[in-house]
């Protein structure tokens, strides 16, 4: 079956650091790709998507490059902030399972001043 | 427009009881879907339904059920509930007809403790 990938947390930064979140995946077909973000106390918000290889999706700074040949979905931003502290998931979603998101464990970033 | 709204927004309940968990999508949005959240197995799918219909469903027991009514609001029931049941229920809506691109809204969140 499907799955998703993603490298534990807590991962801890000093604002303006380079953040990368690795995620790699497994999905028959071509799957759709997504990072969601859940801050403290809240749902999940999109942060950014890409449906289809070599796509590259963008949102707040933050990108990601879905790569089929290595079948990644990297989430990276330049310069981090402290409001960037959150828990980040990376998830697919295939042909194979109307309406279901297929979610990573989720990895948690924390921002210091 | 209104996102996804979750009612209740926090439950406390006793082992064996029953709960019904409500969710009103995004206006124009037919699907609508749920997640159980654990701090020990994460975000995993309960099940999808579109225009009144359960297109899809996870592995989870028959104590967890659903239901979308005409106006695509969504109920989810836990019955003969268990500790382990104690966890955020997230329900996420999308239109429902645009195959895998779609995006799905989530709302806040039930938060369900079972004691």
């Known amino acids: 079956g499907d799955s998703v990938t993603q490298m534990e947390g807590p991962v801890t930064l000093s604002e303006e650091a380079f953040l990368t979140i690795n995620c790699t995946y497994t999905a028959t077909g071509y799957p759709s790709l997504f990072w969601y973000v859940q801050y403290p106390g809240e749902g999940l918000q999109l942060l950014l998507k890409?449906?289809?290889?070599?796509d590259k999706g963008s949102n707040k700074g933050f990108e990601a490059t879905y790569r089929k040949e290595t079948t990644s979905f990297h989430l990276e931003k330049g310069s981090v902030q402290v409001s960037d502290s959150a828990v980040y998931f990376c998830a697919l979603s295939s042909s194979d399972s109307w309406g279901k998101l297929q979610f990573g464990a989720g990895t948690q970033v924390v921002v210091t001043p | 427009k209104a996102g996804v709204t979750q009612t209740p927004r926090y439950l406390i309940k006793t082992r064996g009881q029953q709960v019904t968990l409500s969710c009103s999508p995004i206006s124009g949005h037919r699907s609508v879907s749920w997640y159980q959240q654990t701090p020990g197995q994460g975000l995993q799918f309960l099940f999808e339904?579109?225009?009144?219909?359960?297109?899809n469903k996870g592995n989870f027991p028959g104590r967890f059920s659903g239901r979308q009514f005409s106006n695509s609001r969504s109920e989810m029931n836990v019955s003969t509930l268990e500790l382990g049941d104690s966890a955020l229920y997230l329900c996420a809506s999308s239109p429902g007809n645009r195959g895998i691109e779609e995006t799905q809204y989530f709302g806040p969140g039930t938060r369900l403790l079972v004691l």
């Open positions: 890409a449906t289809k290889a070599d």
């Open positions: 339904y579109f225009s009144e219909t359960q297109r």
